[in-house]
């Protein structure tokens, strides 16, 4: 259904700005008429065109605050009109001011609360849809809104974690194929055209990396082009195509050091996803389909899918299916089977979540570690074989001399 967007003004003569959904200009007049108000402008958003391109995306950090700031105003007593109303005057950004009118028109139509998170799936997990929807319909919406803060909070944490520890081999990787380029496609075919044009007849090996220099220097613009469109031709295939995301997944994590971050990273979201589902009343069954969709990992999801469809929709314990998943590390299917019996299944999962946060930490540091010698390593190779090729030959034709 289209989304209009009207200002207007009160019996007070006050200015009400806010977005609705109708079929038509002609709705949204019914619809202000009904409300009393007198209408100044009405326009259709039209999607992602227009100015909503310049709107901006609402990030974690948006998410955060909100998440918090709805449940310190529930906490205080006001009900969620109030606390939306607010958060629309005192937020600048135009994207989450868009989003917060949205909730307010869905609020003041008697809509329920999560149908307007519903509308942002790229923004909002589903996790956290479930969550609120969960949380609106068993009346315990204030401890929903503030966990998922935390929740959102360790996300955070987490990414930019990897973030900051993946700077350094970055940079140092960016930099070392500038100077590569550089080397073969200006300097390296410069030299090699002096010393082909001198008569002098440079060694076997230098004579190869000058051919490839001077062959890599006519194609160049060629080799750019292949690269970029394989780049986009990869992404595209990798979120349409599960058989070549598997692919690209068994590449990477056939690396030791790659597979443990991938793997504990992984486990430190299902089991912070799963703890949070089914403290918010969700059925196992439920909990563990949503948090499926949410690992971001292929091997985990289809593991999750199985014990939820194959193992306790079956009637086996929690234990019993989490067991027949080599996916899990043991420490996890033997606190998840006492946790069980105890019946504290999304507090064990919670200590889990908060363990693997430190072990992702560590991974990260592992990884970086052995990276970066292993990136200098191959700098080096590539930089000391192309200046081999060059002081060789100079060596020689001073020699002559």
Not at 3 to 21: K, Q, S
Request: overall charge neutral; glycine content about 6%; hydrophobic content about 50%.
């Amino acid at each position: 259904m289209p989304r209009f967007h009207y200002t207007a003004t009160d019996t007070r003569g006050e200015m009400v700005e806010n977005n609705v959904e109708a079929d038509s200009v002609t709705e949204v007049l019914k619809i202000l008429a009904a409300e009393n108000l007198k209408p100044l402008s009405v326009t259709e958003i039209k999607g992602k065109g227009g100015r909503e391109i310049f709107k901006g995306s609402i990030n974690l950090e948006d998410q955060v605050f909100l998440f918090r700031y709805l449940s310190l105003m529930l906490r205080m007593g006001s009900n969620l009109l109030q606390a939306i109303n607010i958060l629309v005057d005192e937020f600048d950004k135009p994207a989450m001011r868009s989003f917060l009118m949205e909730v307010r028109a869905h609020l003041e139509r008697g809509a329920p609360f999560y149908t307007a998170f519903e509308k942002y799936p790229r923004t909002f997990s589903s996790v956290h849809i479930n969550l609120v929807k969960a949380g609106e319909v068993s009346g315990n919406l204030q401890q929903v809104c503030e966990d998922i803060a935390v929740s959102l909070t360790k996300e955070k944490q987490v990414k930019d974690q990897v973030k900051n520890a993946l700077i350094y081999p970055a940079m140092l990787l960016t930099i070392s194929v500038f100077i590569l380029i550089f080397l073969v496609t200006f300097a390296l075919p410069r030299i090699a055209n002096v010393f082909l044009e001198s008569g002098f007849e440079p060694p076997l090996f230098s004579k190869i990396v000058f051919t490839i220099g001077l062959f890599v220097s006519k194609i160049w613009f060629v080799l750019v082009g292949a690269g970029i469109a394989a780049i986009i031709g990869g992404v595209v295939a990798y979120k349409r195509s599960l058989f070549f995301k598997k692919f690209i997944w068994s590449l990477f994590t056939n690396i030791p050091v790659v597979r443990e971050v991938v793997e504990k990273y992984a486990l430190q979201r299902f089991a912070s996803t799963l703890s949070s589902l089914i403290q918010a009343g969700l059925q196992i069954t439920d909990a563990i389909d949503i948090t499926a969709d949410a690992v971001g990992n292929i091997e985990l999801r289809e593991a999750l899918k199985r014990i939820s469809h194959e193992g306790v929709s079956k009637g086996l314990t929690l234990g019993e299916a989490f067991r027949r998943e080599p996916f899990f590390p043991k420490i996890v299917t033997n606190l998840v089977a006492i946790s069980e019996k105890a019946g504290h299944v999304e507090e064990i999962l919670e200590t889990l979540g908060e363990f693997y946060i430190r072990e992702v930490d560590n991974s990260i540091k592992r990884l970086v570690s052995f990276t970066e010698p292993v990136l200098l390593l191959l700098i080096g190779v590539v930089i000391g074989t192309i200046a081999l090729a060059i002081i060789v030959p100079i060596y020689q034709l001073t020699t002559q001399f």
